[in-house]
């Protein structure tokens, strides 16, 4: 069994392939590299098999998404090449730096509690600014939105250092993802009805209810592109995020008799932020809000009975952010982590 295996899932991405993988591949420190590509039609994989024959390719019948193909992706790299004891879930518009990867692996031996873990992910196109997709590691507030150390909605802090240290947060983001192995497959991996979007931060709630901790590591640093299978604009986005927004809360939330009310608050704030898409006359992305609470409340069954399994598993307390990050940011005009913490 390898320590480590860094595994991209890859759908319709040559070029960042070709722009990308050659960093990784050069700064793997002997650990081996998978190229799950989830039946890509732009030619991925005969260009990965030509170009980097270094490279262990996995062939999946068709896009099952990030949740789905990470979890196909890492069964095949547990059952066809023995596995690992760490993993690194990589996008592939991440550029890496060097060093990247010991410094996360160090955080998560000296604790065998720790179950994720993510570096700093910082802007490819603005080098000095956080990126959007967990910035130095993420938190979600009492009504289940979700910001970060260094980008909470649309403000990017400029890394100056202020986050170099090492952890623990509520969750670490998907585009660069340290997970132990082993809980990995005990929890099942992602949801895959979340197809992609949320599902790490979903993941990374459900191992805090048995017990399992999520760190950042300061210490290491890598650049993403952001937006390189859904850009930013895109209403399909939108209605994934909102959507599994849902779906997370639901699931996870306590069983304190506040559901309800915390969901209904939720269905008001939602709808508040579509009059901001309506403003710059992005309607589609007000319809794509409008279908993710259909889409919803037409899941609730099979969310019903995910909710009950977890909590009769459950043997640890979450510790949610406790006040609104809505309200904060948009009320109180906290634009940073440090203030609003």
């Known amino acids: 069994m390898n320590t480590l295996a860094i595994v991209i899932l890859n759908y319709n991405g040559l070029q960042f392939l070709a722009d990308f993988l050659p960093t990784v591949l050069a700064n793997a420190e002997g650990h081996p590299v998978y ?6 039609t732009d030619g991925s994989v005969a260009f990965v ?29 547990r059952t066809d090449y023995g596995g690992a004891t760490y ?21 998560m031996e000296a604790n065998p509690a720790i179950a994720a873990c993510q570096p700093k992910i910082r802007s490819y196109a603005e080098r000095r600014f956080f990126e959007h997709a967990g910035a130095a590691g993420g938190f979600v507030d009492w009504l289940g939105y979700v910001f970060c150390r260094g980008r909470i909605f649309a403000t990017f802090e400029a890394d100056a250092g202020q986050y170099n240290d090492n952890r623990r947060v509520f969750w670490a983001t998907g585009a660069c993802l340290f997970v132990r192995a082993e809980v990995f497959h005990q929890t099942g991996g992602f949801d895959a ?19 399992h901790e999520v760190w950042t590591c300061g210490e290491s640093t890598v650049y993403h592109v952001g937006g ?14 909102y ?21 209904l608050l939720r269905l008001v704030l939602d709808g508040l932020s579509s009059l901001l898409f309506m403003k710059v006359g992005q309607w589609r992305d007000v319809g794509a809000i409008i ?10 069954p099979q969310l019903r009975r995910q909710r009950n399994e977890l909590i009769a598993r459950q043997t640890a307390k979450t510790d949610l952010y406790p006040h609104s990050i809505v309200w904060q940011y948009f009320g109180k005009g906290r634009k940073t982590f440090r203030e609003v913490m």
């Open 193 to 211: 009805s979340f197809f992609a979007h949320m599902e790490e931060i979903d993941w990374c709630w459900r191992i805090q209810r048995l017990g």
């Open 87 to 107: 993993y690194v879930l990589l996008n592939s518009d991440i550029e890496v730096t060097p060093g990247w990867l010991s410094p996360v692996l160090g955080v």
């Open 243 to 263: 959507r599994n927004s849902l779906f997370m809360l639901y699931k996870n939330w306590p069983a304190d008799g506040w559901l309800w009310g915390k969901l």
């Open 291 to 300: 279908r993710a609470h259909f889409a919803f409340y037409g899941h609730l």
């Open 228 to 241: 390189g299978t859904l850009p930013k604009s895109n209403p399909h986005k939108t209605f994934l995020n």
């Open 35 to 40: 190229v799950a590509d989830s039946a890509s």
């Open 49 to 77: 098999r030509q170009t980097f024959p270094s490279v262990r390719l996995i062939e999946l019948a068709s896009n099952e998404g990030y949740a789905g193909g990470y979890n196909l992706a890492l069964e095949r790299v």
